[in-house]
């Protein structure tokens, strides 16, 4: 037989088998690439889900003041003189309240005359009116509270060791995780009594880097 078309034809074959094979391997790569999109896409609702205040208490986890370590600063002020205007026009878009509504809640909870958190460590230094006041403070467990709309919240909560006796005995935070991860603003709660702290529900002064200028704090909140 001649050898040059024993050649020709296994390269033919060969050719055949791998024509044959190609619209399969391109299913398996489909079929891979959309299943990594939606595992993607599933992790990515997990943490809205989580951010929104849904998630079973198995998903908690215990964290430490590493999770707010940094220079903070209050947002009041920018809400004060108008600089937070865009965030509530943009909340009125799709909620439920007008603009001016929105703003009139929002001086409710950001209200504070702390307007500059520094942690470093296990210490929390508090500037009120630029007078500080500093505490040590150690992990006291969290509390999970359940809401009227059906959501819930996580708050980490900090007991006093040592340090100024202006600085609260009790710290509680609340932001949106419900495990270990660095914190990109806050919802800080403070006072002498553990248990009413958990029921304030309506003042939550809120925290953001003190390395953040308005406009970029306006991009943040509406970022969400």
């Known amino acids: 037989m001649n050898i040059d078309f024993m050649k020709q034809a296994g390269s033919l074959a060969l ?29 990515k609702d997990a943490k809205t889900d989580i951010y929104k205040g849904y ?25 004060q003189d108008g600089t937070l205007d865009p965030v509530m026009a943009h909340k009125a878009e799709s909620g439920d309240k007008t603009a001016e509504e929105y703003k009139t809640y929002y ?11 520094v942690i470093d460590g296990e210490t929390l230094t508090f500037y009120k009116d630029g007078n500080p006041a ?3 403070y150690a992990d006291d467990g969290y509390e999970i509270l359940n809401y009227e709309k059906g959501n819930r919240g996580v708050r980490y909560i900090f007991k006093k060791t040592g340090g100024d006796e202006d600085a609260p005995q009790i710290i509680q935070f609340s932001d949106h995780r ?42 943040e909140m509406t970022a969400h």
């Not at 050719?15 to 992790?43: I, M, N, Q, Y």
């Not at 001086?107 to 958190?117: E, K, N």
């Open 15 to 43: 050719l055949a088998a791998l024509l044959v094979g190609a619209p399969a391997f391109a299913e398996d790569r489909k079929a891979d690439e959309t299943s990594a999109h939606a595992h993607s896409h599933d992790k």
């Open 55 to 79: 998630f079973e208490d198995s998903q908690i986890e215990s964290r430490t003041l590493a999770d707010w370590q940094g220079d903070w600063q209050s947002v009041y002020p920018y809400l």
């Open 107 to 117: 001086t409710t909870g950001y209200q504070t005359d702390v307007d500059r958190i």
């Open 134 to 136: 500093k505490g040590q």
């Open 178 to 219: 419900i495990t270990p991860g660095e914190a990109d603003h806050y919802h800080l709660y403070w006072g002498d009594d553990r248990q009413a702290l958990l029921s304030e529900l309506t003042n939550w002064p809120t925290y953001y880097p003190s390395s953040l200028n308005g406009e970029q704090i306006v991009e």
